[in-house]
Each structure stands twice: as C-alpha cells, then as structure tokens.
C-alpha cells in the first residue's frame, strides 16, 4: 500500500513590531525544516502595532510565509488600503464590507511531490467583545464552504476573536467540514490543541514577539491606558526577544487533520 502523503501546515499567532518581524525572519526557516512545513500562515495585523506596512509583509514573504492574514486592525494603516487589493497572498477579514479593500478568503495551491494539494484559506472575525460590525463568522463560514464545495482537498479558518466559547463553538460548528480552525488575537498561546473529530483546533496560536511586553505593548504605555480609564491610551510597540508561536496542524489527502501541535520556538 502507498505511503499516504501529508501536508503540514504551520500557522504562526500575531506578529508584534518589529520585533515581532525579526523573530520570523531569524526562526521560520529552521522551524520549517525541522517541522516539514509545506505552507506557512501568518497573522501579521500588529506588525505596524496597528496594521502593517508593505516593507513587513514583503519582509515576511522574504522569510519564508506564504500567506499574511490580519484581523481587527487590517485597515489602520490608511496608506496600505490600495496594498491590500494589490496582494493576493494577504488576507484581511472575510466577515466584513466588500467594499473594503483586499479579500478575506481564497483557495492556494500546495505542490506536495508532484500532487497539488489545493488549500482554502479565510480569516473571519469574531464579534463578542470586537469593536467592528462584522458578520456572523458562523454562517459566513458555512457560505464560503459551500461557495467552495468540491473546489479544495482542505479548508483551514481562522477565527480571530476575543472570546474563547466563540472560538470553541466556530470549531465545534465546523468540525469534520473543516481541515483546522485557529484561534488568533488575544496573543497568549492557549493549551488546548487538539482534534474535533477530523478538525485540528486551538483557540488562540499566540503571539510572536517581545515576551516584556503587554500583549506585545510596552508595558508602560499599556498600564498607563489602565490608570487612566482609556483616556491616555498611548501604545507604542515594545521591543526585545520573544518566542515564535504557533500551531502545526497535519493534514492528510482529503483534508482531515491528523494532528495539532504547539509551536513556541524561542
Ligand atoms: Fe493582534
Ligand atoms: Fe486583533
């Protein structure tokens, strides 16, 4: 019998500052040899502390990733609206206007020994404690797989969300339709990857960034906003190492996911 090939698919939590940009230029590319990663995603929505600019994302691809999602923060970098139409390997959330810039979901081919392994990737954002008017991500989610019924071997979501039992339910909605769900934006790795059913699942990947730091703020500016009531809400980026967080999800031919591993390379 023929050995079944597999994909791995490393998906890598916020990327934080500039710092946040040399940890992934300093440690994909090992990780990825290490790992046999075949495609790697990367949230990259606090690159720019809010938003990211061209120079990241093109950084980011130079190190290895072959697709940047964003999230809450997708359009606070005004001048980068027209980048985002640009770019196909970006992705911003699928759950908002279409007519916002740039594209939420869309199919990417992995070439796998000869065998194209076509992956369907979108980010939705979660709406329980979020500040934008997103769509319901669940029925989003179930309209973009229809939308891409017999076009993909594997869909892989992520769920950028603050609310855990959202990211959870979005999992447990999509479990055994979807290859891997992934939780991202509150930045701290979660200790719950596992399968649902066929589903890999975590609910947030982490943060990739400085480790002194508030979610990847200097923390001063942070606890500054806190004393304050919100009112001097000054957030500036912090600096310094950090590890590189993730979750590794394998997949087999029909898009079932074997395993979800943590993934937090310092
Ligand atoms: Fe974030
Ligand atoms: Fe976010």
Redesign the pocket.
């Given at each position: 019998m023929a050995e079944e090939k597999t994909i791995s698919v490393l998906c890598i939590g916020?990327v934080c500052g500039s710092a946040g940009v040399s940890i992934v230029e300093q440690r994909l590319r090992p990780l990825k040899r290490a790992k046999n990663v075949d495609f790697t995603i990367v949230n990259g929505?606090?690159a720019a502390l809010f938003g990211i600019n061209p120079d990241q994302a093109e950084a980011l691809f130079s190190a290895g990733v072959d697709v940047i999602t964003l999230?809450?923060?997708a359009f606070g970098r005004r001048e980068n609206a027209s980048f985002l139409d640009e770019n196909s390997y970006i992705l911003r959330p699928a759950n908002l206007s279409s007519s916002l810039p740039g594209q939420g979901a869309k199919i990417f081919s992995i070439d796998k020994g000869g065998r194209v392994f076509r992956l369907g990737v979108a980010v939705l954002l979660g709406r329980v404690h979020m500040d934008l008017m997103a769509e319901n991500p669940f029925t989003c989610a179930d309209r973009l797989l229809a939308r891409w019924e017999g076009q993909t071997d594997g869909v892989i979501f992520e769920i950028?969300a603050e609310a855990t039992s959202e990211k959870t339910a979005f999992a447990w909605h999509l479990s055994g339709r979807a290859s891997a769900v992934f939780g991202?934006?509150t930045h701290v790795q979660t200790n719950d990857a596992r399968l649902i059913g066929s589903t890999g699942y975590i609910t947030d990947a982490g943060m990739t960034g400085p480790i002194d730091s508030v979610i990847g703020v200097k923390p001063e500016t942070s606890v500054e906003g806190f004393l304050t009531d919100g009112v001097n809400r000054r957030y500036q980026t912090a600096s310094g190492d950090g590890p590189l967080c993730g979750v590794l999800f394998t997949l087999n031919n029909n898009g079932r996911c074997l395993s979800a591993e943590t993934v937090c390379q310092w």
């Amino acid at each position: 019998m023929a050995e079944e090939k597999t994909i791995s698919v490393l998906c890598i939590g916020d990327v934080c500052g500039s710092a946040g940009v040399s940890i992934v230029e300093q440690r994909l590319r090992p990780l990825k040899r290490a790992k046999n990663v075949d495609f790697t995603i990367v949230n990259g929505e606090n690159a720019a502390l809010f938003g990211i600019n061209p120079d990241q994302a093109e950084a980011l691809f130079s190190a290895g990733v072959d697709v940047i999602t964003l999230g809450n923060h997708a359009f606070g970098r005004r001048e980068n609206a027209s980048f985002l139409d640009e770019n196909s390997y970006i992705l911003r959330p699928a759950n908002l206007s279409s007519s916002l810039p740039g594209q939420g979901a869309k199919i990417f081919s992995i070439d796998k020994g000869g065998r194209v392994f076509r992956l369907g990737v979108a980010v939705l954002l979660g709406r329980v404690h979020m500040d934008l008017m997103a769509e319901n991500p669940f029925t989003c989610a179930d309209r973009l797989l229809a939308r891409w019924e017999g076009q993909t071997d594997g869909v892989i979501f992520e769920i950028h969300a603050e609310a855990t039992s959202e990211k959870t339910a979005f999992a447990w909605h999509l479990s055994g339709r979807a290859s891997a769900v992934f939780g991202t934006h509150t930045h701290v790795q979660t200790n719950d990857a596992r399968l649902i059913g066929s589903t890999g699942y975590i609910t947030d990947a982490g943060m990739t960034g400085p480790i002194d730091s508030v979610i990847g703020v200097k923390p001063e500016t942070s606890v500054e906003g806190f004393l304050t009531d919100g009112v001097n809400r000054r957030y500036q980026t912090a600096s310094g190492d950090g590890p590189l967080c993730g979750v590794l999800f394998t997949l087999n031919n029909n898009g079932r996911c074997l395993s979800a591993e943590t993934v937090c390379q310092w």
